[in-house]
Each structure stands twice: as C-alpha cells, then as structure tokens.
Nanobody
Framework: EVQLVESGGGLVQPGGSLRLSCAAS????????MTWVRQAPGKGLEWVSR????????SYADSVKGRFTISRDNTKNTLYLQMNSLKPEDTGMYYC??????RGQGTQVTVSS
C-alpha cells in the first residue's frame, strides 16, 4: 500500500521559514519523480514543485521560485520542501504526490502575523 505522510507545517510569520517532509512507503521511492502541490482555502490544487527520481532536476512554480527548494533523500525515502521568505499567500494545505498521483493527507501551512 502506497503511503505518503507529510509533516512540518505550522503557523509562521511573514518572512519566516518552514521545512516540510514527506515520508514515503509502499513503492520504489528512488525511481519516482515527486511533486509538492498545495491548496489554499476555497481554491483548487496548485502545483508547487517537482523533482526527478535522481534529484538532479527540479522545477518550481513562478510564485515560489527563488524562495522554495525541493530535495529528496532516497536513502530515507523522504521528500522535502524548504520554504523561505514565506508570504501570506503561501497559506494552504501542502501535499506530496508520487508519479502515479498518490497523495498524502497533507500538512497545513499558515503564514500570518
């Protein structure tokens, strides 16, 4: 059974940082591209960032480019999202997804003063 468990969310002030983690199991993590998506209150899913299986290729939505960094540790079956210079518009539920679209339960990020 595929399991993706996100953690690391919380309440942070504008300009602050958070590091999200996604623990994966039930599939061969090291061969799967992984993606972070988010959903703001009352809005649809928004693609945030993607990393290829080997970690050497990453891509970002324009809204987070230069502030967020996606990475992975294939020895720990874990995906990360380092989020810096957070803005109120980054508020939402953050999910990790694998190459076949499985998604975790999400972790809430709230950016507010």
């Amino acid at each position: 059974e595929v399991q993706l468990v996100e953690s690391g969310g919380g309440l942070v002030q504008p300009g602050g940082s958070l590091r999200l983690s996604c623990a994966a199991s039930g599939f061969i993590f090291s061969t799967s591209a992984m993606t972070w998506v988010r959903q703001a209150p009352g809005k649809g899913l928004e693609w945030v960032s993607r990393i290829r299986s080997g970690g050497g290729s990453t891509s970002y939505a324009d809204s987070v480019k230069g502030r967020f960094t996606i990475s992975r540790d294939n020895t720990k079956n874990t995906l990360y999202l380092q989020m810096n210079s957070l803005k109120p518009e980054d508020t939402g539920m953050y999910y990790c997804t694998n190459a076949i679209g499985a998604r975790g339960q999400g972790t809430q990020v709230t950016v507010s003063s």
